[in-house]
């Protein structure tokens, strides 16, 4: 059974939205520090955005800043990613991902989160 588990992803035209959804089977939710990271072929995976555990402490990269919004439901053990103003450049598969702490208080490397998911395919079309 996957631990962690994306939904959402899907083909938009640009400009449009997309919300994508992370279902954790990780016991004790909240603890973790949540992260959302997307990959291109033939590229390393590249950071997205985070939240922390409590959900008041959110980060984002430069090229998502002000398009993407993070988020988290502690009681349904679910992480989201609400993206608007889609480039044809966010084409990628996005992963879910988690990680403690423990390992690092601010991890923006895909190499700090030791869960994945299986990750969802997002297409925009110019």
């Known amino acids: 059974q996957a631990l962690l588990v994306e939904s959402g992803g899907g083909l938009v035209q640009a400009g449009g939205s997309l919300r994508l959804s992370c279902a954790s089977s990780l016991g004790a939710f909240s603890r973790y520090i949540m992260g959302w990271f997307r990959q291109t072929p033939g590229l390393e995976r590249e950071f997205v955005a985070r939240?922390?555990?409590?959900?008041?402490?959110?980060a984002y990269s430069d090229s998502v800043k002000g398009r993407v919004t993070i988020s988290r439901d502690n009681a349904k053990n679910t992480v989201f990613l609400q993206m608007n103003s889609l480039k044809s450049e966010d084409t990628a598969i996005y992963y879910c991902?988690?990680?403690?702490?423990?390992?690092?208080?601010?991890?923006?490397?895909?190499?700090?989160?030791?869960?994945w998911g299986q990750g969802t395919q997002v297409t925009v079309s110019s």
């Open positions: 991902a988690a990680t403690t702490p423990a390992r690092s208080t601010e991890p923006s490397f895909w190499k700090e989160y030791p869960y």
């Open positions: 939240i922390s555990g409590s959900g008041d402490i959110t």
